[in-house]
Every structure is written in C-alpha cells, then in structure tokens.
C-alpha cells in the first residue's frame, strides 16, 4: 500500500474515551450499533461477539478491533467474571482508505505488554481534572490504533487463516498452564492432526513446538525485565521446574537464565 494514502493526522479521534467493568458470570450486552472505532481488552473471563450475525471468540489475554456500522452483540463467560477494559475513538471523517486499511486486519490479538500499559495510562487520564487531559487521552487513543495496526499487520499475522489465529491467542494467554494439543485443538473445533498441518503450512513447526518457543521468549523477557528468580519465572511461563526452564534457554541462546540476565543487563 502506498504510504501517501494515509496521512497520520486522519488517526487522530475528534473524541477519545476509556473505561472498564468486570462482567459477573454469564453476563451478556447489546445489540447495539457500534458508532466508533473500539478496541476491547479482555484481561480475565472471555467474550463472544455477534457481529451483523457472524460468531467471533476471544479469550482473555486478547485486544479486539470493532468498527462502526455494525450491529454487535455480546456474552461472557459462563462460569467465571470476565474483565475487560476498552477504547472507543470517535473518527466520523475516517476516509474511505483508511476504512480499507482497518477491515483487513485481524479482529482480534495477543494483548502485548505495551498495548496493556497503554490502557492502563488511559484508565489513569479518564480520571484526571488536568485541562489537557481530553487532548492526552486523545494521543493515547492514536498510540493503541497505531500499535494495533503495527501489530496486525506485521509478518505473523498477513497470511494465516482465523482459525490460526484464534490458537496463538489460545496460547499467548495460556503460556503459564500445562497446555496439550488435544486442548488447544478443541478449542478452536479441529483434529490435532489437522492442526499440526495448519501451523507447519502457516509457521513453519508443529503445535507445540510453537507453544514452547513462546514460553522461551516469555523467560528471556522475564529475565531481562524483571527481578524474579529463575524458579518464580519458570513456573509462569508454564515449565515443569527450573532446571526444565534452564535446559531450553540454553537450546535457544547457548547461555544459562542467570548468564543470558547478566548479558541483558550489561554486568
């Protein structure tokens, strides 16, 4: 696409607003008409969405992109509270380009760290009585629809089909459990057989070869950014015990945990 399609300026909303609320079990919404560009965050629980009638699912650990013109229903889930987080930018003057842009991107994905911190700022702001307040909530807004689309469109996204999609978010939210294939099949209504087929055509290695390079990735993040002990971080990240945790980093950098933190942190 041609970057003089889009001028960065038409990303910015006329109106910007935040909020949050924790659903009870089996809490439902809507329908409504959706009247904004919206991105929802779902922290704990899950959503389903009726959009113009077609079924769409998102566990926790997900972002979803709704857009306006649509007839949207909602239910959570049954048998936990579901907590979600959202923004809505108000765009009435989005040109037809731009339009385009955002119905090709996946409905929904993996909640990055960055996305969660900048909702978090967000949901700070909404409660702030500074007079810049609305036009800083209103550059927060234009940060999360840019990362959404830099996340959207970037290389591991492009040419997978949904059913892909629904698995990684499955997993990304789930790296601390004790995952198999049989359950990651199940939830998104697929043979293992068939999906092992699907991630070797669209990713290149099976299902669970998959599921433990992003627990990897997790561990070396942990390691780097935060001060929790080898033990502590294995056991988020969904690794039977440390020295488990320890004999993968040493596959994926040649270093041992406390090695690969010493090297990040420049000791």
């Not at 949050?20 to 560009?37: D, K, T, W």
């Not at 779902?42 to 007839?71: N, R, Y």
């Not at 591991?156 to 892909?164: A, E, G, V």
């Amino acid at each position: 696409m041609a970057a003089s399609e889009f001028d960065d300026r038409d990303l910015w909303p006329v109106l910007a607003g935040v909020g949050e609320i924790v659903y009870p079990p089996g809490g439902s919404f809507g329908p409504r008409l959706q009247n904004n560009v919206q991105l929802v965050m779902l922290h704990t629980g899950e959503m389903t969405v009726w959009i113009d009638g077609v079924k769409f699912f998102s566990p926790a650990g997900t972002v979803c992109l709704l857009l306006p013109g649509h007839q949207e229903r909602f239910a959570f889930a049954q048998e936990r509270e579901t907590h979600h987080s959202w923004l809505h930018a108000s765009m009435p003057d989005l040109p037809d380009a731009w339009r385009k842009r955002l119905v090709q991107l996946p409905w929904s994905l993996p909640l990055s760290p960055l996305m969660n911190s900048l909702i978090s700022q967000s949901l700070q702001l909404s409660h702030s009585f500074r007079p810049t307040a609305p036009e800083m909530l209103k550059a927060l807004a234009a940060q999360m629809l840019w990362l959404y689309i830099g996340e959207g469109e970037g290389p591991i996204h492009t040419t997978q089909p949904p059913l892909i999609s629904q698995a990684l978010q499955f997993i990304q939210a789930r790296l601390g459990e004790s995952l198999t294939l049989e359950q990651i099949a199940n939830t998104v209504g697929v043979s293992p057989a068939h999906l092992i087929r699907l991630f070797q055509k669209h990713l290149g290695m099976t299902v669970m070869a998959f599921v433990w390079e992003q627990r990897v990735k997790l561990g070396i993040e942990l390691l780097s950014n935060t001060g929790l002990g080898v033990a502590v971080i294995a056991e988020r990240c969904g690794f039977q015990n440390s020295f488990h945790f320890s004999r993968r980093i040493r596959l994926a950098t040649g270093f041992s945990p406390l090695e690969v933190r010493s090297r990040l942190w420049g000791h």
